[in-house]
Structures are given as C-alpha cells and as structure tokens.
C-alpha cells in the first residue's frame, strides 16, 4: 500500500511542477513567470496539430526535469536566471525537430532524442540528469545545441 500512496505523492509533485511551469502568468507561480517564448508558443496558432502538441511536450517535459534536477521549491534570481538560459536552449532543441518535419509524429520524436540525422538530435533528457550542476548543463548545450539553417526548415509556413 505505501508504494501505491509514494507513486501519488510523486505524481501530485510533479503535476505541481507542471501547472506551474505551465502557467507563465507574471505574477503566480515560482518558474516560469511572463517567459516570452512560452507565451508565443501558448498563441493558438502553435497549439494546433499533432507535430505541435508533441513537441511542446517534449518542451515542457525537458524542463520539468531541470526544474526538478536544478530548482529549489523557491527559486533565487540566480536560479530563474539560469532556467530563462535553459529555456532557451530547450526550445531550439525541441523546435528545431518541429521546423524539420512537415508532418511530425512521435516515431520521429523518439528517434530525434535517440540521437538521428538531424540538426540537434540528441537526448537531452539524459544530458540533464548527467549534469552535477545548472552551470555544466548549460555549457553542455552551448556545445551541443546549433541554430537551424533556413534551407533545413521544412515546416514552412502555408
């Protein structure tokens, strides 16, 4: 019976973490607060479509784990600082799978973080539950994540 009560106890944690990751409101939660990125891609325009659920999943989940690897439950500035940089970082990650596909489904997803032929395909997953510290992460990606040539955006717009 415990285990059953510590599974609940961990998903009511991390649901918690993702209401407020989720949120963006300027003046309520501890996270992500009045992010412009977030607030562009929770415009209706990029919630449409299967391609855009999953990558704003894979978004959102990317820094569920740095929020829970890297974040007290109160953030410091020096700890939002350095989630804005993340942020950044998981973002051109996770859009540039998205700007590579016209039609995007979670078997291209899954190869995508398992490390394939395209521009920033990598498991970025497991290099932030390598990482000992917010500031290793961030100079892993600064090593790993590439801006994606126009000539490789396939997801144009109509």
């Known amino acids: 019976m415990w285990r059953v009560n510590l599974f609940f106890d961990y998903a009511k944690h991390y649901f918690e973490i993702l209401k407020d990751i989720q949120n963006n409101d300027k003046y309520e939660g501890y996270f992500i607060n009045d992010n412009d ?45 350095m989630l804005d940089q993340f942020v950044v970082f998981a973002f051109v990650w996770a ?21 394939n032929d395209l521009i920033n ?21 600064s090593d790993k994540v590439n801006l994606l040539p126009i000539n490789k955006i396939a997801a144009k717009k109509r």
């Open 37 to 81: 990125i977030i607030k562009t891609l929770d415009l209706s325009t990029y919630k449409n479509g299967v391609g855009n659920r999953i990558t704003r999943l894979l978004l959102d989940t990317a820094i569920l784990l740095y929020v829970d690897r890297f974040c007290p439950e109160r953030p410091a500035k020096i700890d939002l600082e």
């Open 95 to 115: 859009y540039s799978l998205r700007a590579q596909y016209y039609n995007l489904g979670w078997l291209s997803a899954q190869n995508y973080i398992m490390g």
């Open 121 to 141: 395909s990598f498991n970025i997953y497991k290099i932030i539950t390598d990482s000992d510290s917010p500031v290793s992460l961030l100079s892993s990606l």
